[in-house]
């Protein structure tokens, strides 16, 4: 079967880094995309990564090992509003996405 | 801005009434979408796959017949919640992909059946 793991919740120090872990194993392989959620809203994209190695976007970096089936996302220089779900989600070989949990990213001052 | 919008972003309605939930592409064109339920602290689900000129595919355990999804064009899908009952309160989004890298999302639709 096709799963995605990631852990279900993360807090962290404003200012501070943290690292969002995703495995998965799916029936091929287009992509890997992460998105963050607030509460009510719908995703919003973040990243996308289908070449090994990381992706840079300001604040937050991106990096996938497709051998290992692994990824995570990087965030830098926390701010509250990070505060959020941050979703790990992979395109299979039907280009449909397969989704995780999410993670519940908690920002302390 | 918003490359896939959806509409409407809530609604209420009462038991036994239907809902129409749209998600247009706005610039560019999409064959394929997908709507999304998300339950309170759950992810994703996949309800189904909306195929432009051609019937939807559906997942497993989602009934057709009350979750109707048309496509009627090449930039707009509609999915229909027939005989609406309290259970079917959720979180809808649509998700068109453009090209093989990039899949949009609509904002989403808070539905509540009362």
């Known amino acids: 079967g096709q799963n995605i793991d990631q852990p279900t919740e993360m807090t962290a120090t404003e200012g501070a880094i943290v690292q969002i872990n995703c495995t998965y194993q799916?029936?091929?392989?287009?992509?890997l995309f992460w998105y963050q959620q607030h509460a009510g809203e719908a995703p919003t994209f973040l990243s996308y990564?289908?070449l090994d190695g990381l992706e840079e976007k300001g604040r937050f970096s991106s990096f996938l090992s497709r051998s290992k089936g692994y990824s995570y996302l990087l965030l830098k220089e926390l701010q509250m509003k990070d505060s959020a779900s941050y979703l790990c989600?992979?395109?299979?070989?039907?280009?449909?996405?397969?989704w995780g949990a999410g993670t519940k990213l908690i920002i302390k001052p | 801005g918003a490359v896939v919008s959806q509409h409407p972003s809530w609604v209420i309605c009462k038991s036994g009434t239907s809902v129409k939930i749209e998600c247009r592409s706005l610039?560019?064109?999409?064959?394929?979408m997908f709507w999304y339920r998300q339950f309170p602290k759950q992810s994703l689900m996949l309800m189904a796959t909306?195929?432009?000129?051609?019937?939807?595919?559906?997942e497993q355990g989602v009934e057709k017949d009350k979750f109707l999804i048309n496509h009627a064009s090449l930039t707009l899908s509609t999915l229909t919640v027939t005989s609406a009952h309290p259970e079917d309160s959720s979180f809808y989004i649509c998700?068109?992909?453009?090209?093989?890298?990039?899949?949009?999302f609509g904002q989403g639709t808070r539905l509540t059946v009362v």
């Open positions: 989600a992979v395109m299979d070989s039907n280009y449909q996405l397969i």
């Open positions: 998700s068109a992909p453009r090209g093989e890298t990039e899949a949009f």
């Open positions: 799916t029936s091929g392989f287009n992509g």
């Open positions: 909306s195929n432009e000129g051609s019937k939807a595919t559906y």
């Open positions: 990564n289908v």
């Open positions: 610039d560019f064109q999409a064959t394929t």
